[in-house]
């Protein structure tokens, strides 16, 4: 998992609330992206980061919100408003935004109740 | 639409047999081709990189080839075993200011005693 850290590993949240997954890396890396996996279908980008303290929407951002106050740091917060939660979240990191390899955290399974 | 399709969807080979897994891209224009390996509830681990001037790269047992051409590429697993068993996703970087990525829906692989 090189270098990148996912928290909690498995997630349950009840309809109506907001829960925030943790993403690290120690790679140095400048960039950072938040991805959504459901069974069958392609990664898809919610959110990514090419910098400290900006951050850009990604082709699903709707119902997400993320912050980057910190170059290792990348949370990803999904809120009450997304529809759909449940699915696994994958958060990855790459040296610069021009196309480099991106390593991947460990992944966050989120199930709504 | 720039999309990239996989196939087949699931394998089931025996242990020590070879296979070959295929992906094809309408991405266009496109700056490099990689494959990762995702085992069950992890993140996804890169196998292979390739920029559209490379017709073969090899990994171990793992060797991608690249017609870019035909917007072709495929994964041949030499000699399988246990532990291939695995996901394996094509991705392809569209080649815009966003260099944003394209992945597969992935191939299932079951290798088999």
């Known amino acids: 998992d090189g270098g990148i850290t996912q928290s909690p590993k498995y997630l349950f949240r009840k309809e109506g609330q907001n829960v925030t997954l943790s993403c690290e890396q120690n790679?140095?890396?400048?960039?950072m992206y938040w991805y959504r996996q459901d069974p069958g279908q392609g990664l898809r980008l919610i959110y990514y980061?090419?910098?400290?303290?900006?951050?850009q929407k990604g082709d699903i951002a709707e119902g997400y919100s993320v912050s980057r106050e910190k170059k290792e740091s990348f949370p990803l917060t999904v809120t009450s408003a997304q529809k759909n939660p449940t699915a696994f979240y994958l958060c990855?990191?790459?040296?610069?935004?021009?196309?480099?390899?991106?390593?991947f955290g460990p992944g966050t399974r989120l199930t709504v109740l | 639409k720039n999309q990239v399709e996989q196939s087949p969807q699931s394998l089931i080979i025996l242990e020590g047999k070879n296979c070959t897994l295929q992906?094809?891209?309408?991405?266009?224009?496109?700056?490099?081709l990689r494959w990762y390996k995702q085992d069950t509830g992890r993140g996804p681990v890169s196998l292979t990189i390739?920029?559209?001037?490379?017709n073969t790269k090899s990994n171990g047992r793992y060797t991608a080839t690249l017609d870019a051409d035909t917007k072709q590429s495929s994964l041949h697993i030499t000699a399988s075993q246990l532990s291939d068993s695995a996901s394996y996703i094509c991705?392809?970087?569209?080649?815009?200011?966003?260099?944003?990525?394209?992945f597969g829906s992935g191939t299932r692989l079951l290798v088999r005693p």
């Open positions: 991705v392809v970087t569209y080649m815009d200011s966003s260099y944003k990525l394209i």
């Open positions: 980061s090419q910098i400290v303290n900006d951050f």
């Open positions: 790679l140095n890396h400048d960039a």
């Open positions: 390739m920029t559209f001037s490379e």
């Open positions: 990855a990191s790459s040296m610069v935004w021009t196309g480099y390899e991106q390593f």
């Open positions: 992906c094809n891209y309408t991405v266009s224009p496109f700056s490099n």
